[in-house]
């Protein structure tokens, strides 16, 4: 099986609006989307990729990005969950492939642990601490509805959306 790429969606696309249905089939077609995902995201040279950003509502995402102490950690998450996230908040500039070109700062939880299962139905439980806290924050909210933008004033949710620039790998813009 060759991995393809796949256009990713832009904010104002209803995929990414609305909560991804659960995975319940884990055939050779969540494997290829998987396998898509990777190929997307290191295109678009991403970190983190959820199945609603390449149109596909299904609670599945993918990741390559490091901890705090700078490890890199590479991996799918199937049904994730968050089971637990840090009081201690930390600070940072956050973006997305799907509202691509803009930052904004966003705190989130410094520690963050999910529970779901992989591409074979195995459970899996891991834990990410700096900016990998923050992908798996980020990823699993995309599979709720949610874009890091939704957590902006209306004012700065305005201003990034302004300044969003569509790459080659993106979808047409909705608006």
């Known amino acids: 099986m060759k991995a393809r790429t796949r256009?990713?969606?832009?904010?104002?696309d209803p995929v990414l609006h609305r909560p991804a249905a659960p995975v319940t089939d884990f055939g050779p077609e969540l494997a290829e989307l998987i396998e898509d995902m990777f190929a997307t995201m290191y295109l678009a040279e991403g970190v983190g990729?959820?199945?609603?950003?390449?149109?596909?509502?299904?609670?599945?995402?993918?990741?390559?990005?490091?901890?705090?102490?700078?490890?890199?950690?590479?991996?799918?998450?199937v049904n994730p969950v968050i089971s637990h996230a840090s009081a201690e908040l930390e600070d940072g500039d956050e973006g997305c492939l799907s509202v691509p070109g803009p930052y904004a700062p966003l705190p989130r939880p410094r520690e963050v642990t999910i529970t779901g299962v992989d591409q074979h139905g195995e459970p899996l439980r891991?834990?990410?601490?700096?900016?990998?806290?923050?992908?798996?924050?980020?990823?699993?909210?995309h599979l709720d509805g949610i874009l890091y933008i939704d957590h902006l004033s209306r004012r700065r949710r305005s201003r990034v959306l302004q300044d969003v620039e569509p790459f080659s790998w993106n979808a047409p813009l909705p608006f």
């Open 7 to 12: 256009p990713v969606v832009i904010a104002g």
């Open 49 to 77: 990729l959820a199945a609603p950003q390449v149109g596909v509502s299904q609670r599945v995402f993918v990741y390559d990005c490091h901890d705090e102490s700078g490890e890199f950690y590479k991996g799918h998450v």
């Open 126 to 141: 891991l834990t990410g601490t700096g900016f990998l806290a923050r992908c798996f924050i980020h990823e699993t909210e």
